[in-house]
């Protein structure tokens, strides 16, 4: 390997750590970070989650130089990182965290980078300048979905609540890291030892060398799969169209006369000249002018007697126009109240609860997808208490607190559905 490759970097198998009674204990490296991994996320995290803690503990640690008072490269507190010691049978997930990541480091331009990280934000990280520190292009504001309405920490890097949600999403360690640290490269080291050979590939762990320290050389990893961005549902709106009224005539096509109180149907052609029946004496009407006598038609003429009401003058009684009657205006009726989403009632959400042991006050909190959920916890003693979540705002719109005054097994249960949580000294989440 050439060693003038300036991918090539020295990375430590120890790490000399302050404990707190002031003694310096030497440390394997990867037992190092269980115990970070443990004391920053818990051991209840989900495995993606655990992961990116992982690789920010390394990328921390292998360039950490924080007590060289006391010959020492990290201590135990919250000054460089938490750590404490934790065993494999009790935590196996924090372990394959860190087996699984062994040599992942992240890096920007070809140096590791500030792997910034803390609590829990108000849902959005802060860049670097916010918090007066220099400003650096990995460490921008983000925005996150820890659930939280508050900031717990200096909201620089990745929020930790905010990697758990993600995780649990079926979001990958290196999309939550690229999430948090904008623009890095995810590397993992291939181990060499100082000489030329090379160590074998299926060595599980570095090769110690007489110097203690080991070279890698750095290999990006692939990037994770883009989500196809899903296709947009368009509904179209109806017009409305006018509707043609149909006008009926305003006067009749043969209007009917009125003739010495009996009506003569009109006829098709003009009507004929009277004339009187061979048989049948002439008419003769007390009063009335004489009339000459009219010639015989062969047509003979049909009368009816129909009576029709008397006719108003014309003047009096204009013809209207038609009109058709004004629709009266329909109330619509309320919509019924619409019932929460099948996967949103409280059984459901029940059977969602997942739980995270937080360093922290003593207390039970969490937050769920919505207010007005009733919540009963039980305490060691049988004694039940209900609380309703949206009570605790800080935590989100179905967000709810409950102080606990001992430790001990209290029983959760909404909508039915029961869980049983070990309170030791810590801040038990829950959240649906």
């Known amino acids: ?49 655990l992961k990116a803690q992982a690789v920010a503990a390394r990328t921390y640690a292998i ?32 372990f394959r965290a860190v087996s699984e990541t062994w040599g992942i480091v992240a890096m920007h331009n070809g140096q590791l980078i500030n792997t910034f990280f803390f609590e829990h934000c108000d849902g959005r990280t802060r860049s670097a300048e916010e918090m007066h520190l220099p400003a650096l292009p990995y460490l921008r504001g983000v925005d996150c979905s820890c659930g939280f309405l508050s900031l717990k920490g200096h909201g620089i890097g990745m929020c930790k609540r905010g990697a758990i949600v993600m995780a649990r999403r079926n979001a990958s360690f290196e999309q939550i890291l690229r999430h948090y640290y904008r623009g890095v490269v995810i590397a993992r080291m291939e181990m060499e030892t100082a000489t030329t050979e090379r160590a074998p590939a299926a060595t599980p762990a570095p090769t110690e ?4 320290k080991v070279r890698a050389r750095l290999h990006k990893t692939a990037p994770s799969d883009v989500t196809p961005k899903p296709r947009r549902r368009v509904t179209r709106r109806a017009v409305p169209r006018p509707i ?46 004489a009339t000459p006598r009219e010639e015989p038609r062969p047509t003979p003429r049909v009368e009816l007697d129909v009576p029709l ?4 003058p014309a003047t009096t009684a204009p013809t209207p126009s038609w009109q058709l009657p004004k629709p009266e205006p329909i109330e619509a009726p309320q919509p019924a109240p619409t019932p929460p989403p099948a996967d949103e009632t409280p059984s459901m959400i029940g059977r969602r609860m997942h739980v995270d042991h937080l360093p922290g006050a003593r207390m039970i909190c969490g937050a769920l997808p919505r207010a007005d959920i009733v919540i009963l916890i039980e305490n060691p003693h049988g004694e039940n208490t209900v609380v309703y979540s949206g009570t605790a705002p800080q935590y989100g719109v179905g967000g709810f607190e409950f102080p606990v005054t001992e430790n001990g097994k209290y029983i959760v249960t909404i909508g039915g559905q029961s869980l049983a949580v070990q309170v030791q000294d810590d801040t038990v989440f829950i959240q649906a």
């Open 1 to 49: 390997m050439d060693k003038t490759d300036e991918n090539v970097m020295m990375i430590p198998t120890t790490l000399r750590v302050l404990m707190p009674d002031g003694r310096v204990e030497e440390i394997k490296l990867e037992t190092y970070l269980a115990g970070v991994v443990a004391a920053e996320m818990g051991t209840e995290a989900p495995l993606e989650a």
């Open 63 to 94: 360039a950490a130089q924080r007590h060289p008072e006391h010959n020492a490269d990290v201590c135990t507190t919250e000054h460089c990182q938490k750590w404490k010691r934790v065993d494999p049978t009790t935590a196996p997930e924090v």
């Open 209 to 212: 060398t007489t110097e203690g």
């Open 244 to 289: 043609e009224s149909t006008r009926l005539p305003t006067t009749l096509e043969a209007p009917l006369r009125p003739t010495s109180g009996a009506v003569k149907r009109a006829p098709a052609e003009p009507p004929a000249p009277r004339r009187e029946e061979t048989s049948a004496p002439n008419l003769i009407v007390p009063g009335a002018p």
């Open 309 to 312: 009401p008397p006719t108003p």
